[in-house]
């Protein structure tokens, strides 16, 4: 694996995000309807690579129903405000009202408010209703109470979540979450993380998930890495992970889906997540910017409201198209946002390669992160020459 | 060739681009007049080893016959505004005078008028009048049908052009254009591209073209590379199709041109493209500045009025020179986007070299792309002490 | 340990920063609250290993109290404002509203007036009389001079600070600081730095010193870097003074703290300096914003008012919170600049390590430095998705 | 030496900048007192190791006067306006109340007018008669006819510099100057340059030159890299040229001064170049900003007159001190741009070392040159925490 001295009698890997690599064109090239991008999870499957994050900008009851009519899905977030309060979009408006200044104070507030396990249930039926199919999320210590009660409403699929998730968690006066029995317990696929390593990812696919996130501070702008120290780039990230996945597979039989989680804004991103080895991607900002959006335009991470440490603000991203240009287009931005099903195409396409699994091996190589400077310069490069 | 670790059990290549590279003086200096830089492809020889590039901003009719007197080559867009419309003039007009907001959607409804297989004859027989080459491309799906046309109404150079071609194209509904018999059937030189890997260049050499044109997503911010992931840096991209060229010729015993197209602005990165193996370069936005150019200042990219997947806005360049002085000075502005043949011939002086073939072994350095920070320190850095 | 050829025949390793590493979570994950990041020095004990700067914006008599207080520790600077003059206040009032034009030449002013013995002995025992541990520095040209009169007033703990102090000064006129006898009249523990290298941290070890100051130009922008070439950045220099101090301590039994001095400003800095073996650090910046401290909202160096070669302009730091704020939290900010003593203890969680010893092994990635461009992609990926 | 693959065929060595490298302490240090910095050639010694460049807003008559008399050496450029015209003065009016946009035209224009050689023996006769050293420079196509005139006029140094100089020039129609005839017939010593490797150093050592000059395109923003896509970073362009020193003093006998040329602007940066392996070094910018620099506070470039590829515009630089200040302070500002005497004594003091050869062989890291973004981050890491 490599190793640069970064001390003395210390050595370091060097971890590579998705800014510093870019993908090979193939020897071949393929036609983009021949292409297929579908992705499953227990018996689900789902026609396009992606999911929208358990974030209270994006993912609301109705959020959740259109994805899934468009063949992805959305994760609804058991311990954010649409189980906190009935009338959640009141809230939404306070929080799109306030100022800059005030945000994470007025989020540290509305997130007092405790869960409800009525709203759990009600909002896990009214997604059902729409016949689409149902994930939701909560963290680790809330995953034993929520998980059966969400089971019993219907949902499809559970994510357990938090910013680190290993299988082994120690404490000398919480009792921690046991993965692989509330993984037998559950009969619905369970879907973990969020973990960067080969060691902890290993572990995690043996508890008995089906899935595991992949995603600790990616960017050097990350909160976790900013506040934490703490953080791995997620091409490598991902690498290892699916690393893990393919030993696991080769021991166990069973094979554990990769989802990459945070970093990727652009189809380009996305499309390097899947050659990385990913099996799908997590999805926030971006789909915070459709019109069906409970935000309005605004996004908020769920650390901000930590009443401790609050981590990343609430930030305005627009509202740029409906959910459905941004995954199947036509786009009608030229930078990456939109149509995302069609870019993994055209780019898998160019690549030579017709289905996710092949994706995984397309080659990569290093490329400069460095942009030219001066705006005249960065315009022109742009410029797309050819069709 | 080297490799790193970019994943536990992964290794990609470093790529590199103009900004990551510089040319190491020779130990001899050599005449600039005494310096050939002429380039020729079939039985055509021209002055300068640079071409226009076949963008509806840069080249039409006119444009074409100026830069095929200067010794040049333009090559003309057969998909592009000057054969779907009889008066193009009015349609670039409307591009020019559109806002910033609603360029891409009059672009793409621009770009839905027909091309017209009578304006295809017209303009080739335009460019023929004034007695210079003619060049025209088109997209690999219209080779077919436009090659014969184009070589029937005098031609002397055909390109088939696309964000990647290869000699291979797959797919279970549409025919893809079978390259080595299209160049059998042409008896004009056939150019063909873009590819960036050995491999794919190798093979599209084998089908018989003339010439090769390298570059896809050259630039960090390149939109091939943002909403794809996809690319490869020019300086790497070129090297590698050089040794492709020499391979080639080595067991065929035929020169296959290599051109450089795209992430060139300068003369400095010219020198590096023809310094990493290139035959000659092919540049868009320099001439989108010339007082000929259609464009009128305004510069966009063939991929700017895709329906699907709209890639690259419309930018404003300003018109800086006369194409003369572009090419041949004398240089009214100090930053290396005018008198580009004299900035060739000046910069091979310094390093020893008196052709082309030689100028292709010239020694390198990995130089830091990094730049100083603060205007007044760039400011100081750029005056050049000595003559 | 490696190093890459900068010249043809001389060779150089790499060191790396606080920007440029980042760390890895663990196999496992401890709850917090058992966490033990408590520091000693000689005798005393230290509720979190994190020590307040020797500057005149940071600890005046008030703030090393109230640092004390809170389980920390303040040095107190004996050539600063404080022992300069009876009423320090009005001083540091000119300093606040002087423009930053003159800041320099005030600074210089300023600190022309004599340091007097009578006051060194004044504010010492007024921090004594809050009994909280006392700690007080000078440069080493007034060590022998100051030591005893700052130990007979009470100071628990001596500090001989300069920009780069080594075991060895070589001086045709001046008499040269024998540290290795101060250490051993003295009998309260000393603190000596700065320095960057193993061999000079081993030498100083050597001495008697009971802590090591580490940190030499750390930052690019460092002023000693800028003004006199000068500078090993933070996460190597840490590393190899950690190592000099464990292989110290098995040829003699003693173990010398390392304590990180300067470059770090979020509570991530604070954690890659712990994991790059810091048993505690030293902080500037962070603090001048507290409420507590004498600068009010103004910060500025000890070289600034250097009559020969000032280095280091005043700067508005601004006033963010208390110090109880920054250290313990709640925390209002979300840039990682409070609750800096739970941010330790989340890293440390997510590493899987429940002492700073522990944490010294935590395994690092070289991660890019390079953020993302344009501010709308750097504000979301600020977002922490996950609680 | 090393190499990395650029191409799949093709190695490139990495070439290091001031700004990647930084000086590590020594394990002892230095009163500054007693470290001497001075610097000969021939039989004429200077205080300092700092030349002034040969540029016309940098050296006037008086200048060289004042920096002679100040312990350095000054050079006339033999091809600028001082030898021009009889009245310089009036024409660099012109050039400074010049627009932006006028000014390279304007540049043109004058120096348009032939060089007298009157004017030449003028020039050297009223800096001789200040009794300091007389240093003029032309370029080498003018050696020949100017160098016997100067000698004559009393000069005591004579410069043949162009942007890139080697012992063989090649030309089919042109005369090329016989360095090793020229250094002959010249009883006075001579300095030639630029160039940046090992061979062609060594190849000018062997002309018989008493120093070298090196520099060719330092920096990424050089006009000489971004038009011609030519140079090599100063550090190991010095390293190199200091590798050929030694060699050819260990074959020859005989001591040839490196003086390194261009890109360095703080103190910081000269010293890098000392342990780089320079004996001196050339600047301009920096005096550019004295008081009695005849630019009035602009800049501009012997190649920004160019007729046929201008590079590099006029700068204004602005007016910061006396030039005695520049050189030996006291410093008003804290940039590392004054006092540059006491920089070179006080890093050479930490790196203990005590001469200028000793200081040749301190210990480098390569240090990142990214700097942290956010200008609060910056102002707080500029602080120079210790005296």
């Known amino acids: 694996m490599g190793g640069y001295y970064v001390g003395r009698e210390r050595k370091a890997r060097r971890a590579y ?50 994805m899934g009519k468009l063949g992805g899905l959305a994760v609804l977030n058991l311990g954010g405000i649409q189980t906190r309060y009935e009338d959640p979009y009141r809230v939404i408006e306070e929080i799109v009202h306030s100022s800059s200044k005030e945000a ?12 409800k396990e009525e709203l759990i249930e009600k909002r896990i039926k009214e997604i059902k209703k729409a016949k689409v199919p149902v994930a939701v999320s909560c963290i680790p210590q809330q995953a034993k109470k929520f998980g059966p009660i969400a089971q019993e409403a219907g949902a499809d699929i559970f994510v357990v979540q938090a910013t680190v998730v290993t299988a082994k968690y120690v404490s000398s006066s919480k009792e921690a979450l046991d ?16 973990c960067v390593t080969y060691k ?16 600790v501070g990616p960017g050097a702008a990350c909160t976790t890495r900013e506040v934490l120290g703490v953080g791995v780039p997620q091409v490598t990230a991902t690498m290892d992970a699916a690393a893990a996945r393919d030993d696991y597979l080769k021991s166990s039989g069973r094979y554990v889906s990769i989802i990459t989680d945070g970093g990727m804004i652009t189809g380009g991103d996305i499309c390097k997540a899947l050659a ?22 605004y996004h908020w991470g769920m650390a901000t409201s930590d009443e401790n440490l609050p981590r990343g603000a609430r930030v305005r991203v627009g509202t740029t198209g409906t959910l459905k240009e941004i995954l199947y287009g036509p786009a009608r931005l030229d930078d990456g946002s939109q149509n995302l ?26 490329a400069p992160a460095i942009k030219s400077e001066g705006k005249f310069f960065q315009d022109v490069q742009r410029i797309a020459k050819i069709r």
Chains 1, 2, 3, 4 share one sequence.
């Not at 998705?18 to 026609?47: H, M, N, R, Y």
């Not at 692989?180 to 969020?194: E, H, R, T, W």
């Not at 290993?202 to 995603?215: F, K, P, Q, R, S």
Request: net charge negative.
């Open 276 to 297: 990385s080895g990913a099996d799908a991607v997590m999805i926030g900002s971006a789909f915070a910017r459709a019109k069906e959006a409970p935000g309005k335009g």
């Open 341 to 366: 099903a069609w870019a993994i195409k055209t780019s898998m396409s160019y690549c030579g390669v017709s289905t996710i699994k092949q994706m995984h091996n397309v080659e990569m190589v290093i």
């Open 104 to 115: 994470v104070e007025i989020l540290q507030k509305i997130y007092r408010e405790p869960i």
């Open 200 to 215: 902890a990812a290993y572990e995690l696919m043996e508890t008995g998930i089906e899935a595991l996130l992949v995603g």
């Open 179 to 194: 993965l692989k029995s509330f993984c037998q317990q559950m009969s619905i696929p369970v879907i973990a993380g969020n």
């Open 17 to 66: 995000g998705f800014d510093e690599v870019a993908l090979v064109p193939g020897d071949k090239t393929i036609d983009p309807q021949d292409i297929d991008i579908s992705w499953k999870i227990g018996d689900l499957s789902f026609k396009i690579p992606i999911l929208a994050a358990a974030m209270d900008g994006v993912v609301d009851v109705n959020f959740a129903i259109q």
